[in-house]
């Protein structure tokens, strides 16, 4: 399959699970570089955020933290990044190795905003806060259940997207030949 195809199909698929879910997916490969996200643009409070050169290495760490984590257990990651939010990421995962990543966010499971209210308060930045108070309003909030059940989806995505091939394994990969050779 082309990359062209690859990435028209996982655009298809982030525009359907936001279409269900109102939550953000982003989808990267296995060196952690986005691929596609839908909507294409971040919410307005992270946006916000990332006007900020050091918030915006902060939001990189995080994400690049977890996907490692992701990585090494093979297992679906809850965490809260540095303003506070609520980003969930799921391996793509054939014969055992990881090809890439789903990851959805953006969003809050505290309807009082207390975690990122309390990080927005300890920030040191040039940031208008009174404006990143305003735009966190309008951050989603999602219940754990729903958390729970949004992770589920993309478990059930994963699948989709192995049945499919729009990911799979190149055998010219070093890392399937060597799976291949201890197998």
């Known amino acids: 399959m082309t990359q062209d195809k690859t990435r028209l199909l996982l655009e298809e698929l982030a525009k359907n699970l936001y279409n ?3 939550t953000t997916l982003a989808i990267y490969d296995v060196d952690c570089n986005l691929i596609c996200a839908y909507p294409h643009k971040m919410c307005d409070f992270c946006t916000l955020v990332r006007t900020d050169p050091l918030l915006e290495e902060c939001c990189f ?5 977890a996907l490692d984590k992701c990585c090494k257990t093979h297992k679906a990651v809850k965490y809260y990044c540095h303003m506070g939010l609520v980003e ?3 391996p ?4 055992g190795i990881v090809l890439g990543f789903l990851q959805f966010g953006q969003i809050t ?11 927005i308060e ?3 930045t040039n940031i208008d806060k009174d404006c990143l108070y305003s735009k966190l309003t ?3 909030y999602r219940s754990p259940a729903y958390i729970e059940s949004i992770s589920k989806i993309l478990e059930m995505s994963v699948a989709y997207i192995l049945l499919n091939g729009i990911f799979s394994i190149k055998t010219d990969r070093l890392a399937y030949v ?3 050779h201890i197998k």
């Open 122 to 124: 300890a920030l040191n």
């Open 92 to 95: 793509i995962i054939q014969d």
């Open 109 to 119: 499971d505290d309807k009082e905003h207390t975690l990122s209210k309390s990080k």
């Open 20 to 22: 269900v879910c109102k």
């Open 88 to 90: 969930v990421v799921r």
């Open 61 to 65: 760490f995080h994400d690049k933290q």
């Open 138 to 140: 309008k951050v989603r």
């Open 178 to 180: 060597i799976l291949d």
